[in-house]
């Protein structure tokens, strides 16, 4: 799943096709810019062969500008009472974040089993996500930060996880450079890892 952070809406929806033409179906798009919402707008408006949902999601706030937004589902890095209230009460699917067992532990506890796991190489990556599948077997995972092309196998070979993101399928400069070719290309090489 790509995370795309997204300096300018008016480059969303191009954004988005490639990535369609490059065989993605899901695209985060992270609340980390102000053009943030109104690249969702578009992305959910013009592009239909695409599933947007929002990333970074911090706030109550953002949980209802992004559904008002039209997103389909919502991310967090990491998970509050607060937030996960908010969450709810938008009823849209959504996947909290968690970095430890304890974590995880309080999310399944209120009936989530499916996470993210962020940041996932900083919080000890494939060998921690294999080891929390041992008490916790119940859990799927779709861990992010910095993961790669190359590192991605070895998380998607792992049960507990469902899917890899990262932020790698559209760099910094070739969203700048509008290279959507590049963009298509990568996209191409991580949807050949889906299992
Ligand atoms: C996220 O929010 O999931 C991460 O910032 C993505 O991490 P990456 O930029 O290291 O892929």
Known sequence: MPVVVLDEAEIAAD??????????????????????????????AEVPDIVVGAG??????????????????????????????????????????????????RLAERGIDTLKFFPAEASGGVAALKAIGGPLPGLRFCPTGGITVATAPDYLALANVACVGGSWLTPKDALAARDFARIETLAKEASALAR
Not at 23 to 44: C, D, K, Q, S, Y
């Open 15 to 44: 954004t988005a096709r490639a990535l369609v033409a490059g065989g993605i179906r899901v695209i985060e798009l992270t609340l980390r810019t102000p053009a943030a919402l109104e690249a969702i707008r578009r992305i959910a």
């Open 56 to 105: 970074t999601v911090l706030t109550p706030e953002h949980a209802e500008q992004a559904a008002d937004a039209g997103a389909a589902f919502l991310v967090t890095p990491g998970s509050t009472d607060t937030l996960l209230a908010a969450l709810a009460g938008t009823g849209l699917p959504a996947l909290p974040g968690a970095a430890t067992v304890s974590e995880a532990m």
